[in-house]
């Protein structure tokens, strides 16, 4: 199927000064190499990008800006105000935010309160990366708590509960037991 010139009327058919300009726009645009397995391949990068799509900032630049953010904030006032920040700064460092997904909930939550209190001091692309991160990660966290605990019960009710006690305690319980057995007529045992 031919390609079709947007910018030619309707019906008109692509003379050869259409075809030159279009092979001068695709000689013009930039190339880029790209490696799929072990070749090699020359491609045409998109000049033309989606409208607002800026690409999301690195943990590095993330890690930079916020080190830079609490060592400000820690400059002007207390440094443990922001020590759970802090924290996660350190893992980010550490593991990335996979090992940020495994700090507790509660410090999430509080490190959460704190980033929210920097960005509003100046709004900036990674600061609304880091409460969005944090929000979603403290909320993995919370339902993470909640399972381990539903767990925990579970196992708790399901286990039996073993004591020692003395042949009285026992034979107490025992008459307790007898007492809850509905009475009913008693079938021998079938041989075998």
Same mark, same amino acid.
């Given at each position: 199927?031919?390609?079709?010139?947007?910018?030619?009327?309707?019906?008109?058919?692509?003379?050869?000064?259409?075809?030159? /300009?279009? %092979?001068?726009? *695709? =000689?013009?645009?930039?190339?880029?190499?790209? @490696? $799929?397995? &072990?070749?090699?391949?020359?491609? !045409?990068?998109?000049?033309?990008?989606?409208?607002?799509?800026?690409?999301?900032?690195?943990?590095?630049?993330?890690?930079?800006?916020?080190?830079? /953010?609490? %060592?400000?904030? *820690? =400059?002007?006032?207390?440094?443990?105000?922001? @020590? $759970?920040? &802090?924290?996660?700064?350190?893992? !980010?460092?550490?593991?990335?935010?996979?090992?940020?997904?495994?700090?507790?909930?509660?410090?999430?939550?509080?490190?959460?309160?704190?980033?929210?209190?920097?960005?509003?001091?100046?709004?900036?692309?990674?600061?609304?990366?880091?409460?969005?991160?944090?929000?979603?990660?403290?909320?993995?966290?919370?339902?993470?708590?909640?399972?381990?605990?539903?767990?925990?019960?579970?196992?708790?009710?399901?286990?039996?509960?073993?004591?020692?006690?003395?042949?009285?305690?026992?034979?107490?319980?025992?008459?307790?037991?007898?007492?809850?057995?509905?009475?009913?007529?008693?079938?021998?045992?079938?041989?075998?």
């Amino acid at each position: 199927m031919p390609v079709k010139d947007r910018r030619a009327a309707p019906g008109a058919h692509a003379t050869t000064a259409d075809h030159l /300009r279009r %092979l001068r726009g *695709a =000689l013009s645009r930039p190339l880029r190499v790209e @490696r $799929h397995g &072990a070749r090699l391949r020359l491609v !045409l990068v998109e000049r033309r990008q989606p409208a607002g799509a800026v690409p999301a900032p690195s943990v590095e630049q993330v890690r930079e800006e916020l080190l830079a /953010r609490l %060592l400000d904030h *820690a =400059l002007e006032q207390d440094a443990q105000m922001v @020590r $759970h920040l &802090a924290y996660v700064n350190d893992e !980010l460092g550490r593991a990335g935010w996979d090992g940020v997904a495994g700090l507790p909930g509660p410090l999430l939550g509080q490190a959460l309160i704190q980033a929210r209190m920097l960005a509003a001091d100046e709004p900036s692309a990674c600061m609304a990366l880091v409460t969005e991160r944090l929000l979603q990660l403290r909320v993995a966290a919370e339902l993470r708590a909640e399972r381990q605990d539903r767990l925990r019960e579970d196992e708790r009710l399901t286990s039996p509960e073993i004591s020692e006690v003395s042949q009285q305690e026992f034979e107490a319980l025992e008459r307790g037991w007898v007492d809850t057995v509905p009475p009913g007529p008693v079938r021998p045992a079938e041989p075998h």
